[in-house]
């Protein structure tokens, strides 16, 4: 059973490299736009990741030590990402964010426009992957060991050196682990993205998108940006196996 979920996983990637045409790697690599939207991807997945650890690592300790009325549902409202269909996300963040939302239209006054715009673009990544933090370190405060913490208090430690030199090391694992999915899910959004931030070319048109686009054109070229996207994950990935993942 084991091997053949291996080849359920390996078997599409295959499939990818057996009919690629590597002769056009340098040729697609060269085009300006394959380069814009393989840079707006990287710098879109990693602004997002580190957004989603800074608002991710206070709300995951609420979750897990803080004991209040309706706990459970500020969880399930924290998961609700995960469950959502991308696009149905980014309609979400239009009504929210765009011109006319609930948010939107005072930013609009001030000068902020997000719907079809870069900063639009880690916005909607970063709604899709905040959960990974937020799951992933709420259950490791909730694993770990608070004598700890108690002996740390009873010491005259207040709760911030306590959270900055005795929780935050022991939970580092699970948080940077969280933030390597993160990052690999940020890659590769493209639903929320497209409907919130469109597909403008150098603005908002990430490799999801570019690669969606190339399909109906130009399958070959799919097939290389496709390769080219899961190459630079993988890569990433693998650099960061040992030292955050377990």
Not at 123 to 141: C, K, R
Not at 186 to 196: H, W
Request: charged share 15%; hydrophobic share 55%; aromatic share 8%.
């Amino acid at each position: 059973m084991g091997a053949l979920a291996l080849a359920f996983m390996v078997l599409p990637v295959l499939s990818l490299a057996w009919r690629a045409p590597w002769s056009r790697f340098g040729s697609e690599l060269a085009k300006p736009e394959v380069r814009d939207a393989l840079r707006l991807s990287l710098v879109s997945s990693f602004v997002s990741t580190f957004l989603a650890v800074l608002l991710g690592l206070p709300l995951a300790w609420i979750l897990a030590r803080a004991q209040f009325p309706g706990r459970r549902l500020l969880r399930a409202v924290c998961v609700l990402p995960l469950l959502m269909p991308p696009v149905a996300s980014g309609v979400a963040l239009l009504l929210a964010y765009g011109r006319n939302g609930t948010v939107g239209r005072s930013l609009g006054r001030i000068g902020v426009h997000l719907p079809f715009s870069t900063p639009g673009v880690i916005l909607a990544v970063t709604f899709v992957v905040l959960p990974y933090v937020v799951l992933t370190t709420e259950s490791a405060l909730r694993t770990a060991d608070v004598r700890f913490e108690d002996a740390a208090a009873t010491l005259g430690a207040t709760r911030s050196v306590r959270f900055r030199r005795i929780t935050l090391p022991l939970v580092a694992p699970s948080v940077l682990g969280g933030a390597a999915l993160a990052w690999a899910r940020a890659l590769g959004e493209f639903g929320a993205s497209i409907t919130f931030a469109g597909n403008l070319p150098g603005r908002t048109q990430t490799m999801p998108i570019a690669i969606f686009l190339a399909l109906e054109n130009d399958p070959p070229a799919a097939i290389v940006l496709s390769l080219i996207l899961i190459g630079v994950c993988l890569a990433t990935l693998l650099l960061l196996r040992d030292r955050v993942l377990v």
